[in-house]
Every structure is written in C-alpha cells, then in structure tokens.
C-alpha cells in the first residue's frame, strides 16, 4: 500500500508574506494596465501548476477591466518535489491551441532563475506567435540564470522559499489564499 503524503510543514508555521486583500487589490492594477495594452487580441498561457490560481483571479480581473482574453495551459515541470530547481525544464503537457500570429501573454506564478519563461517564451517565437509577453505573481531579484524579464510584475520578494496562492511545497500549501513561507 502506498502511503499517504502528508504535509511538510504545520499550517500554525507558514508567515504570512503578502495578504490575500493585497494581492486581490494588485491583480486588479494588473488587470488594468494589460487590458489597455491588448486592445484587439490576448492569448493567455498560463503555466500549471504554479499559476493557475493566479489566472484564475487575473482573466476576472481582465473581464471588469473589459478585455476578452482566450486563456490555454502548458504544463511545465523543472522543480521536482523539493525546493530546489532542478535546473531543466520538461514540458510535461503542451498547449491544444495553435499561438501562431497571436498576441501571446505568458502567466507564470513565479520568476526566479528565468529558466521557465525563458524555455516557454522561446517556443512561442518558434511557433510564430506576433508577439509575447509575460506576467508573473512573484519576482525574486538577483536570481536570474537567463536573460528574461517580466512586462508585469505582482510583487518582487526577498529570496525565500514562498508557498499559497498556487505556488506549492511537495504539492500542497496551494489553497492558502495569501503567500506565505516557512521559516
Ligand atoms: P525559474 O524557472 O524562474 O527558476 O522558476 C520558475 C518556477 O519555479 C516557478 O514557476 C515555480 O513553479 C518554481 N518556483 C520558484 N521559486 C519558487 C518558490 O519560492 N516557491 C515555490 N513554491 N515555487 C517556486
Ligand atoms: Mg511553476
């Protein structure tokens, strides 16, 4: 019988970094600042798992803010169960639609050493798409390992290991509404 995971750390351990009304209040900037820079087109690739939750806020966001975004997945893996980058990325399950001549943004939960945007930006140039774009949650300065810069940021965080709002530990902590770390 295979065990049971079970969480790696208590929930009573997990500092709070941002609040759940900071985030709501930022993603609603985002949302603004990207509606008015894709008047005509916006294909949204959100990269699983990290950013689905922040997607999920930031297309509704878009929606008040009156943009029509089409949104698709890509599955991308490079952290394996630990905390550490495992310094190559896999794509794990690929897009169904075609990017080719699309107004591509890019939605990650996190930027560290760039390795993920860098890989997915790239094939989407490869594939034809008119132009791309990338917005992520989180930035850790002075982690970069590729040349690859973000046009929308969230918020830029000291160099700790961050779980909630999508972003896992061992897969789980990613309900936490707020972004938190352990110490
Ligand atoms: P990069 O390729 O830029 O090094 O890392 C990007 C990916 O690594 C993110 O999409 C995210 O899944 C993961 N990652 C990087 N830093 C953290 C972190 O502090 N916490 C969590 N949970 N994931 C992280
Ligand atoms: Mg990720």
């Given at each position: 019988m295979t065990a049971i995971p079970v969480p790696p750390a208590d929930l009573r351990d997990i500092k709070t970094l941002i609040p759940a009304t900071d985030i709501a209040l930022r993603v609603r900037t985002l949302a603004k600042q990207i509606a008015a820079d894709f008047p005509d087109d916006l294909m949204i690739v959100?990269?699983?798992?990290?950013?689905?939750?922040?997607?999920?806020?930031?297309?509704?966001?878009?929606?008040?803010?009156?943009?029509r975004p089409q949104v698709s997945f890509m599955t991308l893996g490079s952290y394996g169960?630990?905390?550490?980058?495992?310094?190559?990325?896999?794509?794990?399950?690929?897009l169904i639609e075609s990017v080719e001549g699309r107004h591509v943004?890019?939605?990650?939960?996190?930027?560290?050493?760039?390795?993920?945007?860098?890989?997915?930006?790239?094939?989407?140039?490869?594939?034809?798409?008119?132009?791309?774009?990338?917005?992520?949650?989180?930035?850790k300065p002075g982690k970069?390992?590729?040349?690859?810069?973000?046009?929308?940021?969230?918020?830029?965080?000291?160099?700790?290991?961050?779980?909630?709002?999508?972003?896992?530990?061992?897969?789980?902590?990613?309900?936490?509404?707020f972004i938190g770390y352990i110490p």
């Open positions: 959100s990269l699983l798992r990290g950013s689905f939750v922040f997607t999920s806020d930031l297309i509704r966001a878009l929606h008040h803010a009156g943009c169960s630990g905390t550490e980058s495992s310094g190559t990325v896999q794509l794990m399950r690929d943004l890019i939605v990650d939960d996190i930027l560290e050493s760039g390795r993920t945007l860098h890989f997915t930006r790239e094939l989407m140039l490869e594939r034809k798409a008119h132009s791309v774009r990338i917005a992520v949650l989180l930035e970069r390992k590729r040349d690859v810069n973000a046009d929308y940021i969230g918020f830029k965080v000291e160099d700790k290991f961050v779980v909630g709002y999508g972003l896992d530990y061992a897969n789980f902590y990613r309900e936490l509404p």
